[in-house]
């Protein structure tokens, strides 16, 4: 059975920093391409960061030079590390983890800046 587990989420002032942990079970952790993507209130679910297989990272030009995408394979757990939060960003994060037409989700992890 597959497991992501987000963590990391919480409430911090604009300006602030957070670092968000996904946790994988249940699946060959190296060769999948992991993401974050976010929900805010009304609107669609957005790719914010992936790190593929192979090591290569993009980002959404929205948080460009203030998030960073980390894995660490043999903790099978990849990091979201953000920084100059500002109220914009606040969303439901989640993680993903593709290999081909697969795709997995974990539950999501709240993150909340107040202005």
């Known amino acids: 059975q597959v497991q992501l587990v987000e963590s990391g989420g919480g409430l911090v002032q604009a300006g602030g920093s957070l670092r968000l942990s996904c946790v994988a079970s249940?699946?060959?952790?190296?060769?999948?391409?992991m993401a974050w993507y976010r929900q805010a209130p009304g609107k669609q679910r957005e790719l914010v960061a992936v790190?593929?297989?192979?090591?290569?990272?993009n980002y959404a030009d929205s948080v460009k030079g203030r998030f960073t995408i980390s894995r660490d394979n043999a903790k099978k757990t990849v990091y979201l590390q953000m920084g100059s939060l500002n109220p914009a960003d606040t969303a439901v994060y989640y993680c993903?983890?593709?290999?081909?037409?697969?795709?997995?989700w974990g539950q999501g992890t709240q993150v909340t800046v107040s202005s």
């Open positions: 993903a983890a593709t290999l081909g037409s697969h795709a997995y």
């Open positions: 790190h593929t297989g192979s090591g290569t990272t």
């Open positions: 249940g699946i060959i952790f190296s060769i999948h391409s």
